[in-house]
């Protein structure tokens, strides 16, 4: 008597998966302990009931549409963060914290890397508008969604593009992810951090991704904030394929294996030049590209 379902949150070793028998707690079995990778929120399991007690053992993993991973910087590899997402929302506050561009644009360059959509949440709006991060973003061709989680401003539109899918928050601690979700689904209670006065930075508040179905259809995984996430597996030729920007001029520079650094004739540069391209864009895609060729090879 198997049993399909799809997993919404890891409490240690038992894992809350959502069937259409309610809610069950699972745990790996045997032979699923070994030979799978590590299961994580969002991915599609077969239960089946453990002898005389009211766990359910996990007996398999169904494949991943797509897998969001984020290497820990100076760790050992990378770690599963979410399975079959649809699209990431980078969430960034406008103020409190203080956004970091190069950090919004790593989050975007790694949810393009694992081939996954990705749009920008300009959170706190109520304290500055963020009207010229949002320009800097529309123009490099991202969806922006300029929200108020406090007020309630913005929060319609986010709903509608969250709609009918499985989407992930993903940014900094303290930037308001978990307010978000609480305002788009009104009665969910998650937790909500204070930010500390002296560091001006949350603490941490959500601990584990956790997926939450919405009203209106779908899933939203919120996960803790982060202040650093390394790239890895990104070969340094494709970098520039993660800037929707940059995308259509690859092709046309001078040299066929133009790294857009200091090669003569590089569209990319000319366009950064002319303003068409971001200038601070082309200056982070300079540091991930450092990152990646200076990446150890137990990561590739
Ligand atoms: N002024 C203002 N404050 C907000 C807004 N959204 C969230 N906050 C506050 O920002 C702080 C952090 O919010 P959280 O939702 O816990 O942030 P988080 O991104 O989930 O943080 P982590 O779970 O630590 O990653 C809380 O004090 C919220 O009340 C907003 O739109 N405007
Ligand atoms: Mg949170
Ligand atoms: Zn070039």
């Known amino acids: 008597m198997t049993v399909r379902g799809t997993v919404i949150e890891r409490d240690g070793a038992t894992y809350r998966v959502r069937t259409e ?10 032979r699923t302990k ?40 100076e760790g050992r590899g990378a770690r599963p963060v979410a399975a079959n997402i ?21 989050l975007l360059v790694v949810a393009e890397a694992n081939g996954i959509p990705a749009a920008l949440i300009l959170n706190k709006t109520d304290l500055d508008p963020g009207d010229q991060l949002a320009a800097r973003y529309r123009a490099a061709g991202y969806a922006v969604y300029p929200t108020a989680a406090r007020t309630g401003a913005g929060i319609d539109a986010l709903r509608s593009a ?8 993903t940014g900094p601690s303290g930037a308001g992810k978990s307010s978000l979700l609480n305002a788009v689904q009104p009665g969910l209670g998650l937790r909500v951090g204070e930010i500390s006065r002296k560091i001006r930075r949350g ?25 650093e996430v390394g790239l890895w597996g990104i070969e340094p030729r494709e970098l520039a394929s993660c800037f929707p920007e940059m995308r259509p001029l690859i ?20 366009a950064a030049a002319a303003g068409t391209v971001a200038p601070e864009r082309l200056e982070s895609y300079r540091l991930l ?6 990446e150890p090879r137990e990561w590739e």
């Open 203 to 227: 603490a941490n508040t959500t601990v584990g991704a956790v997926m939450v179905p919405l009203d209106g259809g779908g899933y939203l995984v919120d996960t803790p904030g982060f202040s």
């Open 86 to 106: 649809d699209e990431v929302f980078v969430v960034t506050a406008t103020r409190d914290p203080a956004p970091i561009p190069q950090l919004i644009d790593r």
């Open 251 to 270: 092709g046309h520079c001078r040299y066929g294996d133009c790294r857009h650094v200091s090669e003569p004739g590089c569209a990319i540069r000319e």
């Open 162 to 169: 969250l709609a009918s899918r499985t989407s992930v928050v």
């Open 289 to 294: 590209l450092a990152e990646t060729e200076s």
């Open 21 to 30: 028998e309610g809610e069950l707690r699972a745990v790996l079995r045997g």
């Open 34 to 73: 070994r030979d799978t990778p590590k299961v994580v929120v969002g991915d599609l399991v077969e239960l089946e009931p453990e002898a005389g007690g009211s766990l359910y053992g996990i007996t398999g993993v169904g494949p991943r549409r797509t897998l969001l991973e984020r290497r820990v910087p």
